[in-house]
Structure formats: C-alpha cells, structure tokens
Nanobody, 123 residues
C-alpha cells in the first residue's frame, strides 16, 4: 500500500502563486509515476501534471502548461505542484496520485490517491 497526503491548499487571489505538497509513505518503488489531478464542483476529475519517478520527466495538461511546475524530492518522499499565475478557473480540489507503471493521463490508471486539498482562486 501507498499512502498519500496533500497539503498547501488555500484561498488566493488571481495572479497569486501557491505550492502544494504531497507526502508519500508505505510501499515505495523506484519506478512509477506521481501525478496531480483536480476536480471542480460538478466536473470530472482531470489530469493536471505528472512526473516519472525514475527519470523525473514531467508532463502537463495544456491548461496549466507554462504556469504550473511539478517536482519531487526523493529524500523527503514528497512531490510538489508549484502553481503560478493562478486563475479563477484553477479553483478545485487537488489530488495527488501514484501508480507503479509509466506515465498515464487518466484517473482510472492510478492506483493510489490522497484525500485532496482545496484551492480557491477568487478576488
């Protein structure tokens, strides 16, 4: 089993920055993928970004490309999502997810999930 716990959400104004953290514990594996998803009220959970555990290759949804950055700290077993130039449409619950295999972009491909952290962008 893998346990994931997100933190760092909050209420910010448009244009602000926020960094989310996701600590991982339990079973670890050198390969696999860590990802961030988000779910706005009344909408499907959608992919935001992913990073390969083995070579740190990163992938982003078009809606956040150039504004968000995903990174990881292997020593701390933590993955981060740096969010810059936030927009009201970024408002959602953000989830951290993990899978033992390669990069995938759909929620059904991920085996482990955190409880989510709320991000609200509003003036």
């Amino acid at each position: 089993q893998v346990q994931l716990a997100e933190s760092g959400g909050g209420l910010v104004q448009p244009g602000d920055s926020l960094r989310l953290s996701c600590s991982t514990s339990g079973r670890t594996f050198n390969s696999g993928t860590l990802g961030w998803f988000r779910q706005a009220p009344g909408k499907e959970r959608q992919y935001v970004a992913a990073i390969s555990r083995s070579d740190s290759t990163t992938y982003y949804a078009d809606s956040v490309k150039g504004r968000f950055g995903i990174s990881k700290d292997n020593a701390k077993n933590t993955v981060y999502l740096q969010m810059n130039s936030l927009k009201p449409e970024d408002t959602a619950v953000y989830y951290c997810a993990a899978r033992p295999g390669g990069i995938r972009f759909y929620r059904e491909n991920y085996d482990y999930w955190g409880q989510g952290t709320q991000v609200t962008v509003s003036s």
